[in-house]
C-alpha cells in the first residue's frame, strides 16, 4: 500500500474553505513558527505560520480544534 504524503496548503482561504469539510484541526506549536494540519476523510492537509497570525486564523476554522 502507497504512503500518502500530507497536501501543503500555503493559501490561508483555500485552508479555510478545506476546513469546512475536516474532521478535526490539530495546532503543533514549535518556537518560531505553528504548523495547522486538517483531517479530511481523503487526505492530511498542513498550513505552516507564524505565532501572530494563527489566532485570526484560528477563528475561522470550522472544525473542532485540538491543541498539541
Known amino acids: 500500500m502507497e504512503r500518502m504524503v500530507p497536501h501543503e ?3 490561508v482561504e483555500e485552508f479555510v474553505r478545506i476546513s469546512e469539510r475536516a474532521v478535526e484541526c490539530r495546532v503543533k506549536r514549535s ?3 505553528v ?3 486538517l ?3 481523503r487526505r492530511l492537509y498542513t498550513l505552516v505560520t507564524t505565532e501572530e ?3 485570526r486564523i484560528l ?10
Request: glycine share 4%.
Open 9 to 11: 496548503v500555503r493559501d
Open 31 to 33: 518556537k518560531d513558527k
Open 35 to 37: 504548523k495547522l494540519k
Open 39 to 41: 483531517r479530511t476523510s
Open 53 to 55: 497570525e494563527v489566532g
Open 59 to 68: 477563528r475561522r476554522i470550522k472544525c473542532p480544534i485540538v491543541e498539541l
